[in-house]
C-alpha cells in the first residue's frame, strides 16, 4: 500500500502563484511515476501532469504547459507542482496519484494510477 498526503492549496489571485506537495509513505518503492489530477465544480477529475519517479520524465495537459512545473525530491518522497500564472479556471480540488505500472500508456487518465491522495483544494479569486 502507498499513502499520499497532499498540502499546499489555499486562495489566490488570478495570476498568482501556489506550490502544492505531495508526501508518499509505505511502499514507496512501487511507485513509477506520480501523476496530479484535478477537478473543478461540476467536472470530471482531468490530468494535469505526470513524473516518473527514477528518471523524472515530465508530462502535462495542455492546459498545464507553460505555467505548471512538477518536480519530485526521490529522498523525500515527495512530489510537487508549482503552479504559476494562475488562471480562474485552474480551481478544484487538486490530487495526487501513484502509479506503480512500468510505461503506463493510458496515464492520463483516473484508471492508471492505483493510490490516490485526499485533494487540497486551490481556488483563483478574479
Known amino acids: 500500500q502507498v499513502q499520499l498526503v497532499e498540502s499546499g492549496g489555499g486562495l489566490v489571485q488570478a495570476g498568482g502563484s501556489l506550490r502544492l506537495s505531495c508526501v508518499a509513505s509505505g511502499r514507496t518503492d512501487r511507485i513509477y511515476a506520480m501523476g496530479w489530477f484535478r477537478q473543478g465544480p461540476g467536472k470530471e477529475r482531468e490530468f494535469v501532469a505526470r513524473i516518473t519517479w527514477s528518471a523524472g520524465t515530465t508530462y502535462y495537459a495542455d492546459s498545464a504547459k507553460g505555467r505548471f512545473t512538477i518536480s519530485r525530491d526521490n529522498a523525500k518522497n515527495a512530489v510537487y507542482l508549482q503552479m504559476n500564472s494562475l488562471k480562474p479556471e485552474d480551481p478544484g480540488i487538486y490530487y495526487c496519484?501513484?502509479?506503480?505500472?512500468?510505461?503506463?500508456?493510458?496515464?492520463?487518465?483516473?484508471?492508471?494510477?492505483?493510490?490516490w491522495g485526499q485533494g487540497t483544494q486551490v481556488t483563483v479569486s478574479s
Open positions: 496519484a501513484a502509479d506503480t505500472r512500468v510505461n503506463t500508456i493510458d496515464f492520463q487518465t483516473i484508471i492508471a494510477y492505483e493510490y
